[in-house]
C-alpha cells in the first residue's frame, strides 16, 4: 500500500527566503510522485511530477524536488519566497498500473510574510 | 485547451436529499476521477472512470456513486446526504496512454457541496 507524509502541517517564511517543504512516502512499487498547489478557493494545480527520470525535477514558478529513494523522500525546495507562493502544498504518490490511484499527504499550509 | 470544468460550482442541500456533480475533462483525457476533500480528513479518492466503467474505487459507502458516458464526461451522485458529506468534490482527468506520462491528473475547481 502507498502512503505520504507530509512532515510540517504549517510552514512560515518571509518573501525572499528560502522555501522547504518536506514529504516522506511509503510505496511497495516503483512509484510517480507529484507536488501540487492549491490556492484559497481554487482546485489543485501540479507544480512538478517525478516519474523514474531525472532524480532532480524542475516545476512551475521556481520550485524543485529531489527524489531520494534511500531516504524514501520528495522535498520541495524553492530559492527564494514570493508572497504570491501562499498556498497549501500537497505531496502525492501513484503506484500507477492497473490499480492506479492518487494518494495525498495531509497537505502543508505555506505562509509567506512580507 | 480548456480545463477541467466542473458544475455547478456551489450546492445546498438538505439531510436526506440527493445530489448529481458534473464533470467534463480535458479534451481527449480518458480517465475522470473524483475526490473528496473535507478539513478533516483532507482528500480522498472516491473513483476513477475510463471507457465508461468503473476502474477503481476508493473506500466511500455505496452512497456515493458515479458514471461515464461515451464523450468521457462523468457524474457523480450522492444519495441520502448527510451532514458529514459537506465538502469540496474535486473532479481530475487525465490521458490513458499506459506510460507514467499519463499518470498526472489535472483538476477542475471542484463543486463546494453543503449539507445542512
Known amino acids: 500500500a502507498q502512503s505520504v507524509t507530509q512532515l510540517d502541517s504549517h510552514v512560515s517564511v518571509s518573501e525572499g527566503t528560502p522555501v522547504l517543504l518536506r514529504c516522506n512516502y511509503s510505496?511497495?512499487?516503483?512509484?510517480?510522485l507529484f507536488w501540487y498547489v492549491q490556492h484559497p478557493n481554487k482546485g489543485l494545480q501540479l507544480l512538478l511530477k517525478?516519474?523514474?527520470?531525472?532524480?532532480l525535477v524542475k516545476g512551475i514558478n521556481g520550485f524543485e524536488a529531489e527524489f531520494k529513494k534511500s531516504e524514501t523522500s520528495f522535498h520541495l525546495t524553492k530559492p527564494s519566497a514570493h508572497m504570491s507562493d501562499a498556498a497549501e502544498y500537497f505531496c502525492v504518490v501513484s503506484e500507477g498500473g492497473s490499480n492506479y490511484k492518487l494518494t495525498f499527504g495531509k497537505g502543508t499550509l505555506l505562509t509567506v510574510n512580507p | 485547451k480548456a480545463g477541467v470544468t466542473q458544475t455547478p460550482r456551489y450546492l445546498i442541500k438538505t439531510r436526506g436529499q440527493q445530489v448529481t456533480l458534473s464533470c467534463s475533462p480535458i479534451s481527449g483525457h480518458r480517465s475522470v476521477s473524483w475526490y473528496q476533500q473535507t478539513p478533516g480528513q483532507g482528500l480522498q479518492f472516491l473513483f476513477e472512470?475510463?471507457?465508461?466503467?468503473?476502474?477503481n474505487k476508493g473506500n466511500f459507502p455505496g452512497r456515493f456513486s458515479g458514471r461515464q458516458f461515451s464523450n468521457s464526461r462523468s457524474e457523480m451522485n450522492v444519495s441520502t446526504l448527510e451532514l458529514g458529506d459537506s465538502a469540496l468534490y474535486l473532479c481530475?482527468?487525465?490521458?490513458?496512454?499506459?506510460?507514467?506520462?499519463?499518470?498526472?491528473?489535472?483538476f477542475g475547481p471542484g463543486t463546494r457541496l453543503t449539507v445542512t
Open positions: 472512470y475510463f471507457s465508461e466503467t468503473q476502474r
Open positions: 510505496s511497495s512499487y516503483s512509484p510517480s
Open positions: 517525478y516519474t523514474s527520470a531525472a532524480t
Open positions: 481530475a482527468s487525465r490521458r490513458f496512454s499506459g506510460d507514467s506520462s499519463s499518470y498526472e491528473q489535472y
